[in-house]
């Protein structure tokens, strides 16, 4: 199988599991810890929804060689993909999951309040507070992304730049 339409299973997995834990395992458990274990799913959709684009577009020699990690692939995608295609919104959404993730890799003091899960920097100067409202945004935003890019991929679109890279 190409190395793009497994990253894409791979992304579907994961926003399956996300939407599954919003939908129906917080209710029933309402722990505010989970919310994270959420993001982190959503975080992982995204990146493999980004990665699979990428490897699409590097197969039709679209695009040149990138390193595979998170910071490579999403200069590409920033530079050269989302460009294209007119993907430039999520750059942002991108963005915004990622430091959620560094905010809780880095966070010495996490706690829950009132069903919110809050993460602290190491003086309590920088506080990043996650809600159930914020992360069912986050899984529709990601259904919109795998959406697009699985239309990009299954159905052979071509992006409307002009000039082509090898």
Do not use: W
């Not at 060689?65 to 910071?71: A, G, K, L, R, V």
């Not at 809780?104 to 990043?128: D, G, I, Q, W």
């Not at 159930?132 to 730049?161: H, L």
């Amino acid at each position: 199988m190409e190395k793009f339409l497994e990253a894409l299973a791979e992304a579907k997995k994961r926003l399956l599991t996300a939407d599954h834990m919003v939908s129906f395992t917080y209710p029933v458990v309402r722990d505010s810890r989970l919310l994270i274990s959420i993001v982190e799913n959503i975080f992982l959709a995204l990146a493999s929804t980004l990665s699979s684009l990428l490897y699409y577009e590097r197969a039709a020699k679209r695009i040149p060689p990138f390193h595979d990690n998170f910071e490579s692939k999403f200069y590409m995608f920033k530079e050269e993909v989302s460009k294209a295609y007119n993907l430039q919104q999520y750059s942002t959404f991108l963005e915004e999951i990622r430091s959620l993730m560094l905010a809780h890799r880095e966070s010495p003091v996490e706690f829950s309040r009132s069903e919110n899960f809050v993460m602290c920097s190491e003086n309590y100067s920088a506080l990043k507070t996650i809600s159930i409202e914020k992360v069912q945004q986050y899984v529709r935003a990601t259904k919109r992304f795998f959406s697009e890019a699985e239309d990009i991929i299954k159905n052979g679109k071509v992006p409307v730049r002009s000039k082509r890279r090898a």
